[in-house]
């Protein structure tokens, strides 16, 4: 789905990118090797540290920081592009928003931005302790959903991302059974209704 991504970028003339919460540099280590001038945030030092091995490995430069998602490290515009892979929903909808609204910041006017946002048909929409609104925690899980997970329908994804515009939606299953997910790709406001 990312990869598929690129040649848009290219027609658009996409420069440069950011991967939100980057993980283990999967994805920033790719765009970098497409091309694109690549920075890679994440709060974990570990991750970062993978990261950075993973780029040096593939020969590639990708400008890491660690940061937080709601408090981007970079200055207004500086993007083309942001991707966030399984990452935004991991928070209340005021976090989520206050992300959203990051993303819109660092991207330039008419940038793009991909995302994957937990669907309500998830198998764990529901499951542990509502603490917001289609937020769920679960106190006895062994893995990250002891932390909480928003989940939305289509039009809560739609408000959420305001003043962007969808060029693509679409509720897909991981690899796991029951495991949706939406796949979208936003596009900001190129004029003065931007933020």
């Given at each position: 789905w990312v990869a598929g991504t690129v040649g848009l970028l290219r027609e658009r003339r996409a420069r440069t990118v950011l991967d939100l919460a980057c993980g283990v540099g999967r994805h920033a280590v790719f765009l970098a090797r497409s091309g694109f001038s690549c920075w890679a945030v994440d709060a974990s030092p570990t991750a970062i540290e993978h990261t950075r091995a993973a780029a040096e490995q593939a020969g590639v430069n990708v400008d890491l920081r660690i940061g937080h998602m709601n408090?981007?490290?970079?200055?207004?515009?500086?993007?083309?592009?942001?991707?966030?892979?399984?990452?935004?929903?991991h928070g209340d909808p005021e976090a989520v928003r206050a992300t959203v609204r990051e993303i819109h910041r660092v991207l330039r006017p008419g940038g793009l931005y991909?995302?994957?946002?937990?669907?309500?048909?998830?198998?764990?929409y529901g499951l542990g302790v509502e603490v917001a609104e289609g937020t769920f925690v679960r106190p006895d899980a062994d893995d990250d959903k002891v932390h909480p997970h928003f989940y939305c329908d289509a039009a809560g994804l739609i408000t959420l991302n305001r003043p962007a515009e969808p060029l693509s939606i679409h509720d897909a299953e991981h690899s796991a059974p029951g495991s949706f997910h939406w796949h979208c790709l936003f596009e900001t406001p190129a004029g003065p209704e931007r933020g």
């Open positions: 408090r981007l490290p970079y200055p207004d515009g500086q993007f083309d592009y942001v991707l966030a892979y399984n990452a935004i929903y991909q995302v994957t946002m937990l669907s309500r048909r998830n198998r764990g």
